[in-house]
């Protein structure tokens, strides 16, 4: 599901952007029309986010995929676990039987059995079947981190490759025509409220936080981009809501923003939020779960929060502080264009040899 600055989107997009060959194509759900009028991003444009209207729409994608690369000769799929796996598995069954020689890649976002592993039993056993069935049968399975790697093996007795999350140097200039007014001083979160871990930091800086830190600086402001953010909270005293912010207008807001707050629940995946703000040198104040996957530099792990009062003394001791040393370090290690051509040079043969009869 592509939507502006949405980690999941961003990072499919970042994958498609830096494969580098020419005859390619993303084929997407998307909730708004691409301004860009790309010839190589085919948008199904849904008017929800409901699961059963993304089943609904499913066929759309398949017959447009297939359509697609039926007639290649070293036919390849990548599927993009940015949304629930079970439409992955029927998007793979089916055109698994329908194309010859199909390879296929599955690009994992997170671990979506710990992602749903609280929900209703019927959920919980088909989204550990639909993994543990791609996961075995496709032609290279991706994780982005070490600790999902370890989880994966654990659960399906499967050793997939790991392929990190990363950062695009040149994947946005700065907006000319911005014209977002900011406060001078503001923390600063990006996520939709309609995936849980976001639901849960945001419900807690607004629950918890807010009136402790205005109650030592009542001038300091929040700032939410992302959808679904609750009524309730848009009309709170120092809370600004930046809703549908294009690539370039999130940038020149996490640029001016004073810090990343992310007192994020534990959850599989890498934050691509996370990376984005060390690579442009940005103060992150965060619980231990925001930084899983993610090597840091002992100057950010200062920033790791223990509980809630730590977590309020570290935003005002790093609040109005200069982080920027580390920038070319986060930068080299997460580079997307070298962590692509890392996964295809290490894995030329499975994706691109031809099978033998």
């Known amino acids: 599901?592509?939507?502006?600055?949405?980690?999941?989107?961003?990072?499919?997009?970042?994958?498609?952007?830096?494969?580098?060959?020419?005859?390619?194509?993303?084929?997407?759900?998307?909730?708004?029309?691409?301004?860009?009028?790309?010839?190589?991003?085919?948008?199904?444009?849904?008017?929800?986010?409901?699961?059963?209207?993304?089943?609904?729409?499913?066929?759309?994608?398949?017959?447009?995929?297939?359509?697609?690369?039926?007639?290649?000769?070293?036919?390849?799929?990548?599927?993009?676990?940015?949304?629930?796996?079970?439409?992955?598995?029927?998007?793979?069954?089916?055109?698994?039987?329908?194309?010859k020689n199909l390879k296929v890649i599955y690009h994992g976002h997170n671990v979506e059995y710990e992602v749903r592993k609280n929900k209703i039993n019927f959920i919980k056993r088909i989204t550990f079947f639909s993994e543990k069935f791609i996961y075995k049968n496709v032609n290279l399975a991706t994780v982005v981190s070490k600790r999902d790697w370890a989880t994966i093996q654990?659960?399906?007795?499967?050793?997939?490759?790991?392929?990190?999350?990363?950062?695009?140097?040149?994947?946005?200039?700065?907006?000319?025509?911005?014209?977002?007014?900011?406060?001078?001083?503001?923390?600063?979160?990006?996520?939709?409220?309609?995936?849980?871990?976001?639901?849960?930091?945001?419900?807690?800086?607004?629950?918890?936080?807010?009136?402790?830190?205005?109650?030592?600086?009542?001038?300091?402001?929040?700032?939410?981009?992302?959808?679904?953010?609750?009524?309730?909270?848009?009309?709170k005293k120092n809370i600004i809501y930046l809703e549908d912010l294009s690539d370039e207008d999130y940038r020149s807001v996490l640029l001016k923003s004073n810090l990343l707050f992310l007192p994020l629940p534990k959850s599989p995946g890498t934050k691509i939020k996370v990376i984005e703000a060390l690579c442009e040198g940005k103060n992150i104040v965060g619980s231990k779960s925001s930084f899983l996957g993610i090597d840091l530099c002992k100057e950010e792990k200062k920033y790791i929060f223990l509980n809630n009062s730590d977590a309020v003394i570290k935003i005002f001791k790093s609040i109005n502080s200069v982080n920027s040393k580390n920038k070319v370090f986060y930068r080299n290690k997460?580079?997307?264009?070298?962590?692509?051509?890392?996964?295809?040079?290490?894995?030329?043969?499975?994706?691109?040899?031809?099978?033998?009869f």
Request: glycine share 2%; net charge positive.
């Open 1 to 99: 599901m592509s939507k502006n600055n949405f980690g999941a989107s961003k990072i499919s997009f970042n994958f498609f952007k830096n494969w580098e060959f020419a005859d390619k194509k993303l084929f997407q759900f998307t909730l708004e029309r691409d301004k860009s009028k790309n010839r190589n991003i085919k948008n199904i444009i849904l008017f929800t986010e409901m699961p059963i209207i993304k089943l609904l729409y499913l066929p759309l994608i398949i017959i447009n995929v297939y359509r697609y690369l039926k007639n290649k000769k070293n036919p390849i799929l990548i599927i993009e676990g940015a949304s629930w796996i079970f439409y992955s598995l029927i998007t793979f069954v089916i055109l698994k039987n329908l194309i």
């Open 154 to 235: 654990f659960l399906y007795k499967i050793k997939p490759y790991i392929f990190l999350n990363g950062y695009c140097l040149n994947k946005v200039k700065q907006s000319k025509s911005t014209k977002i007014k900011l406060p001078k001083i503001f923390l600063l979160f990006n996520g939709s409220y309609s995936y849980w871990p976001n639901k849960v930091a945001i419900d807690k800086i607004i629950n918890v936080f807010y009136k402790k830190i205005l109650k030592v600086n009542d001038q300091i402001y929040f700032v939410f981009t992302g959808h679904n953010f609750p009524d309730k909270y848009k009309i």
């Open 334 to 356: 997460y580079l997307y264009k070298n962590i692509v051509n890392k996964l295809l040079n290490e894995n030329y043969e499975i994706i691109f040899k031809k099978h033998s």
